[in-house]
């Protein structure tokens, strides 16, 4: 016990258009002490693995669009799997396995306890607690079954498909009885989308002069439900393709997040004219449901009827390049970082 | 009885860009029979008062704008206040008093009359059930009260809210304990909004520089709720002052409809930084309210607990000009023509 190195990734200030591992410092020379003072009603976990998630690119600027802002100088915060070294809050022990928000570093002080969640079930790849077993798996289930209220029959795409949320909604979605078709920016992608997440067809939106057709070729009869990760022009696309009494539940809008100024969606009338709805959510909001999503969900894995694709980076040191690449879509499924094992 | 004039206002072609008068042709040529064949399920009325409304400059289109598009060289359709000449249905008699849709003439043969209203209050004036009792009511209402769900005290934001529409709106609000601005476009409806309908404040939209700084001035701690009439550049300042868990009513974009191409938004990611929720709707799917809001309001209105400015053109020929000022804002309240008076 007592004072350990705590390698650290640093902000190094907000960021500007496209981000570049440049805007973060591996900080070396960090030090933590693994025994929370007397009387701390703190967690001090040692962190495992890491999440990187799109999200936390807006946390990169002043305003945190709509989240709160990372302080330049001090570690990127994100979601993480840790286990927990020393304890001063009654509900957590040594030796306990939980996710929740951290920092990338080593170890992390968590001075507000009660955000963790602590990890039942291990019987699963403990990584999945990043992914489908975390934020974005609840973030799927939040908003293909609460936001959308999917009906068996209906049609359904989603942008992103292939990534860390994506490929959950195409698999709820066949398990509802719906039609289901993705988009992703690779032809692997693709092939995974449909040889094995199930998604009934999907395309490569890079290959595509004219979303609104390939859209067309797709949804004849048009969209039901779009789940909606990518903003801009797809989603322009997708409104005209969109069926009457539509639902868009608006997860995020990639596309949009590293420009100075969002693309323009001009088609909004026909919001009115198709009576259709579209609802932003924030997972946050909706953890409450996290005990009724894993009652559901984890049966599901265990008998093999829903699989999950993690791109799993080795190493702290190269989280900078990890998260990053997420926004040239280098990542096929979660991008996880591996800190420690155990 | 027998064969009697029927001068009609007939569609010329349709329409692209800002409609014209030319658009729409006099026809004074046209007769009708005042009694039905033999046989005939329909309905046979003479039409009091015309009412004009925006969403029909959609109807003037190809495409319909999502309503059923109008038939070039048949008469205008639009909802009106009319009075039963002869009745194959067994629901109506001879005398009865109805709204509902019907077609720009002195006489129109109503097909499906299972869609006309039957006027059961005549202590009102008629011709508010070409506004406030009719379909501009039933969409404030539906609007404000089923698709915003309302609480007291929060803040309201209400465009083209001098018009059919916006003046109940505001009412509504105020009626609901809620703060609530308008915009409309010029000094005297600026001055109805606060002096007569009750807003809390008002604004002149065209004598704003900046919009979103007009809305900064009004809601330093953001909007509630946006009854969204206007569309374009108005929605993206909203957008931009939207508190968290928002919600847009879309009840129509009439900075829209004239533009071959619409005005980009640029903003839509903060549906997901705010956790927005804009709704689309057209009233004709909510009409099953109609009781229940009539119940409402009716006592209002005679209490005079809320009131109602009409804009009363004589003259079915006059009808065209009327329409059309609607789109340059010429109207102050709800837009009617009086084709006759019994």
């Known amino acids: ?35 929370l003072p007397q009387g701390s009603t703190a967690v001090l976990v040692k962190n495992l693995y890491l999440s ?9 600027t002043e305003t945190g669009g709509g989240f709160q802002p990372l302080t330049p100088g001090s570690p ?8 927990v070294i020393d304890s001063g809050h009654p509900n957590f022990k040594k030796g306990d396995l939980v996710w929740g928000m ?56 989603v942008s992103a498909a292939a990534g860390a949320v994506g490929q959950l909604v195409g698999q709820f979605a066949k398990l ?22 199930g998604y009934d067809e999907a395309f490569n939106y890079r290959e595509e002069q004219d979303l609104n057709a390939a859209l067309k070729r797709y949804f004849p009869d048009g969209i039901d439900i779009y789940f909606e990760n990518v903003g801009g022009k797809m989603l322009e696309a997708v409104l005209s393709n969109m069926r009457l009494n539509g639902r868009i539940a608006a997860c995020g809008m990639i596309s949009q997040y590293n420009l100075e100024q969002g693309e323009g969606v001009c088609n909004l009338f026909l919001f009115v004219a198709k009576r259709l709805r579209m609802q932003g959510f924030i997972v946050g909001d909706h953890y409450h449901l996290y005990p009724k999503y894993t009652e559901m969900v984890i049966p599901l ?34 991008q996880v970082v591996v800190v420690a094992r155990e």
């Open 176 to 197: 509802s009885g719906c039609y289901v078709v993705g988009s992703a920016g690779t032809k692997e992608k693709v092939d995974l989308l449909k040889n094995k997440y």
């Open 52 to 60: 990187c998630d799109p999200y936390m690119r807006l946390r990169m």
């Open 102 to 157: 951290a920092r990338w570093e080593e170890y992390s002080v968590v001075d507000a306890p009660e955000t963790l969640f602590k990890i039942q079930h291990t019987d699963v790849p403990l990584s999945y607690y990043t992914g489908i077993l975390g934020m974005a798996g609840m973030t799927a289930y939040v908003g293909f079954y609460e936001i959308c209220a999917p009906k068996k029959g209906e049609s359904v795409f």
């Open 301 to 334: 894995i265990k008998q093999g009827k829903i699989c999950y694709t993690e791109d799993v980076t080795e190493g702290l040191e190269n989280a900078p390049a990890a998260l990053i690449g997420l926004f040239s879509g280098k990542n096929v499924g979660k």
């Open 1 to 35: 016990m007592g004072e350990v190195k705590n390698t650290q990734i640093v902000l190094k200030d907000y960021v500007k258009g496209f981000p570049k591992e440049s805007d973060m410092i591996l900080n070396a020379s960090a030090t933590t002490n693994l025994k």
């Open 76 to 83: 990127i915060e994100g979601y993480v799997v840790a286990k």
